[in-house]
C-alpha cells in the first residue's frame, strides 16, 4: 500500500489553534509524515495543537510514539497538546499503554477545543 494513501493530514489552523486531522492506517510507515506535519505546526507556535484522531482506522506503537514525542515538545514549548481519540481503534490502544494518563485524550474534537480537562476513561 502506498503511504501516502495509507495516511492522509489536513489542518485547520484558526490563528490560535491548530487541528490536525488524521485518517486512514498510523502506522511505521506513516509515523515520519505525522511527525513532520506535527513539527511544522509546532515551528509556528499556536496557542494550541490537536491532533484528531477520529478518522484514524489502524494505530500503530508508532503513531503513538509520535503522539508521545509531540506531547513532550509541546510542553517544553509551552503549546498546549490535546488528543482526540475515542473508541476501540484509537482510545482503547492508548488505554492500554497508560497513554490516556500522559497526554489530553479527548472525545471530540469540539471538547478538545473547549480545553475541558478530559474526564477519566472508563475502567472495566
Known amino acids: 500500500m502506498n503511504t501516502a494513501s495509507a495516511l492522509r493530514l489536513s489542518e485547520h489552523d484558526d490563528g ?3 487541528v490536525l486531522a488524521a485518517e486512514g492506517i498510523m502506522d511505521m510507515s506513516a509515523a515520519p509524515i505525522l511527525t513532520e506535519r506535527i513539527r511544522t505546526v509546532l515551528r509556528r507556535r499556536p496557542e494550541a495543537l490537536i491532533v484528531d484522531l ?3 482506522t489502524f494505530l500503530a506503537t508508532a503513531g503513538m510514539s509520535v503522539l508521545m514525542e509531540a506531547g513532550r515538545k509541546s510542553e517544553e514549548l509551552a503549546i498546549s497538546f490535546r488528543v482526540v481519540a475515542h473508541g476501540p481503534v484509537t ?5 492500554l499503554l497508560g ?3 500522559l497526554l489530553d485524550i479527548y472525545p471530540s474534537v ?3 477545543l473547549g480545553g475541558t ?3 477519566p476513561a472508563p475502567t472495566g
Open 110 to 112: 469540539a471538547t478538545a
Open 16 to 18: 490560535h489553534t491548530v
Open 54 to 56: 477520529s478518522g484514524v
Open 117 to 119: 480537562p478530559p474526564s
Open 91 to 95: 482510545a482503547k490502544p492508548m488505554q
Open 99 to 101: 497513554i490516556h494518563d
